[in-house]
């Protein structure tokens, strides 16, 4: 039975991904940071241990690569925060929600592979969850933007420093999730699709064996061998 670890898994990409897994035969270790959401949302998978808590938590990420074991084949850094809504320019940025979101976007996912990495096996694939808000200059996006182009350099730098690892950074487009609804408060996103869209993607990457890189789940779909 493979092992992963997929962060925020109470809702949206996170959960739609972690029963895909399950429904696969993974065992799987997730969390979130709110208790009863997770388990709630988790209630009924058959193979999964969720362990609520903050990853920019140096005592929860300990539990959750102590509760995977020796052995993981899977590490997918998901959990994000948005920071502000309304999205502040850089020029007002309150630096110190600038702090929070770069602890949780950066930081905590570094923070996590390398408490994980002695416990990878061969061959093993990390997923970094990650935007086109990450490439491009979108106006509004600078807290959020600069911390997932810095996830994404960070990605790229651990793909070249392991290359027996799988490494990704994923671009899984938009999606009608609460954070996209958070990022447009008011705003109809009634048309953007699901997150479960996203997923076959997601596995292409982790059951197949493409090369460590960037990809847009959309792309990738299928293209598992």
Do not use: C
């Amino acid at each position: 039975m493979p092992v992963g670890i997929v962060t925020g898994a109470s809702r949206g990409l996170g959960l739609s991904l972690a029963r895909a897994l399950d429904e696969r035969g993974w065992r799987l270790v997730v969390d979130a940071r709110g208790a009863a959401t997770l388990s709630e949302a988790t209630d009924g998978l058959s193979s999964v241990t969720a362990i609520a808590g903050d990853v920019a938590d140096s005592d929860h990420r300990r539990a959750l690569v102590e509760a995977a074991g020796d052995e993981v084949d899977l590490v997918v850094n998901n959990a994000s925060l948005l920071g502000p809504s309304p999205r502040p320019p850089l020029a007002d940025y309150p630096l110190d929600e600038l702090r929070r979101v770069y602890e949780a976007n950066v930081l905590a996912p570094l923070a996590l592979l390398q408490l994980a990495l002695p416990r990878l096996r061969d061959g093993a694939a990390v997923l970094d969850i990650t935007s086109d808000a990450g490439v491009e200059a979108y106006e509004g996006w600078g807290g959020y933007g600069s911390s997932k182009a810095a996830l994404e350099q960070m990605t790229a730098i651990l793909a070249a420093e392991h290359p027996g690892l799988r490494v990704y950074s994923v671009d899984p487009g938009d999606m009608r999730t609460q954070m996209h609804q958070e990022a447009f408060p008011g705003e109809d996103i009634s048309d953007r699709p699901p997150p479960e869209d996203s997923v076959p993607g997601l596995l292409a990457l982790i059951e197949g064996s493409l090369p460590s890189g960037r990809y847009r789940a959309s792309e990738v779909t299928g293209a598992s061998r």
